[in-house]
């Protein structure tokens, strides 16, 4: 069966599609690292079909999502939704606009502002979110999973995993109040209308620490010091602390390890949509170099004072 006809199946089992109708429709297939997932247009309306991903079913709660995903729509910071199926299949309506990579964000500087309000709006507005977001708890949980499935994890990168217990240390000693935070920010799941940005994708959504959601943010934008600070400027409406500062500089090495064992989870599982193994090297390698350089040791320590 292609991708296409599969893709057609699922859009006729939505409510208020019927397999006439969802033969009708033009499809045009969208990024996706570990969905599928499909613009349709049908009836002069443009929708978003979303299709969980083999294996997905292992590490993500849909039902967690659903709530979380309708709570950010309540909220005005996602599109509305229209359909949350049992199996995870989403239809939202579509919205027209650039993913927020960091070559969109080096065209137009005010998607930063943009990205900054859309994480603070949801923050700020969303109800409380099923579900708390340890990275650490999760990191761990995928270390046993790839234990269990051969050598994909090295002893280099398990050095790198033990360099952070005091960055585990540092943030679990200063726990912060938690707000509903998407968790994935990266520039695919960020739409920037010119206008404001919108949030997709709420698959890893759950209470969290605010600056998670803007250091993951930063290391998938391959931002530095100075947009760093920018960033956090425009999301508090003021300079931050050295607090604040340091907390965000400590808290993407975090966001380095989830990401690059979350990579070796999609390769053990056998998703082809990407180089995951050199990704999460490449990530691996950035979060060693990060906690073994005196400018971190200097940010983990003034967090240690805070």
Not at 83 to 92: K, N
Not at 188 to 194: E, K, M
Request: glycine fraction near 6%; aromatic fraction near 6%.
């Amino acid at each position: 069966m292609t991708v296409e006809l599969s893709a057609r199946r699922r859009l006729s089992t939505v409510p208020g599609f019927t397999r006439e109708l969802a033969e009708r429709a033009r499809l045009t297939r969208l990024p996706g690292l570990t969905n599928l997932v499909f613009q349709v247009e049908v009836g002069g309306e443009r929708l978003c079909l979303r299709i969980p991903g083999a294996g997905t079913e292992l590490h993500i709660d849909r039902r967690a999502e659903e709530a979380n995903a309708r709570a950010a729509a309540a909220a005005g910071v996602t599109p509305e939704i229209i359909h949350f199926g049992e199996d995870g299949t989403l239809m939202t309506r579509f919205v027209d606009g650039a993913p927020v990579t960091p070559a969109h964000l080096m065209q137009d500087p005010g998607a930063l502002q943009r990205t900054a309000a859309a994480l603070r709006m949801l923050h700020d507005a969303a109800v409380e979110f099923a579900g708390v977001f340890c990275s650490f708890e999760i990191m761990d949980r995928y270390v046993t999973f790839l234990g269990a499935r051969g050598p994909a994890l090295q002893a280099r990168h398990r050095e790198t995993i033990r360099m952070a217990e005091p960055v585990r240390a540092a943030l679990a000693a200063r726990p912060p109040k938690l707000r509903p935070c998407h968790c994935d920010p990266t520039g695919r799941n960020l739409i920037d209308t010119g206008e404001r940005v919108w949030l997709v994708d709420w698959e890893y959504a759950a209470m969290n620490d605010p600056i998670w959601d803007l250091a993951y943010f930063s290391i998938e934008s391959e931002m530095g010091q100075h947009a760093d600070g920018a960033l956090l400027t425009a999301y508090l409406a003021r300079p931050p602390c050295d607090a604040e500062a340091a907390r965000m500089a400590v808290m993407k090495a975090a966001c380095e390890l989830l990401g690059a064992t979350w990579a070796l989870v999609q390769e053990a599982q056998e998703n082809r949509a990407a180089d995951f193994r050199a990704y999460a090297e490449r990530t691996f390698a950035r979060a060693a170099e990060r906690m073994g350089s005196a400018a971190f040791a200097s940010q983990l320590e003034l967090l240690g004072r805070a």
